[in-house]
Nanobody
Framework: QVQLVESGGGLVQAGGSLRLSCAASGIILSINFMGWYRQAPGKQRELVASITSAGTITYADSVKGRFTISRDNAENTGYLQMDSLKPEDTDVYYC?????????WGKGTLVTVSS
């Protein structure tokens, strides 16, 4: 059974940093696509950053230069380092992976950036 568990969210002041973690079980993150998404109430979920099995990384324009996606293969955990946070980064952040044509989601972690 595939399970993704996010952690690391919280309240931070504008300009601060947070590191989100995505612990995976039942699946090997390093050989699958992994992405971080975010969603505000009433809005569509948007892709923030992704990394493919080949290591190709993509960022949304709104976070380029501020966020860094990575994964620790030994720990089977993905990360999203978020620096220079802005109030508009406030959202619930979700980890997701694709395996055998199926998409899996974590339950999300809330990030709140105060001005």
């Amino acid at each position: 059974q595939v399970q993704l568990v996010e952690s690391g969210g919280g309240l931070v002041q504008a300009g601060g940093s947070l590191r989100l973690s995505c612990a995976a079980s039942g699946i090997i993150l390093s050989i699958n696509f992994m992405g971080w998404y975010r969603q505000a109430p009433g809005k569509q979920r948007e892709l923030v950053a992704s990394i493919t099995s080949a290591g190709t990384i993509t960022y949304a324009d709104s976070v380029k230069g501020r966020f860094t996606i990575s994964r620790d293969n030994a720990e089977n955990t993905g990360y999203l380092q978020m620096d220079s946070l802005k109030p508009e980064d406030t959202d619930v952040y979700y980890c997701s992976t694709l395996h055998n044509g199926m998409r899996y989601w974590g339950k999300g972690t809330l990030v709140t950036v105060s001005s």
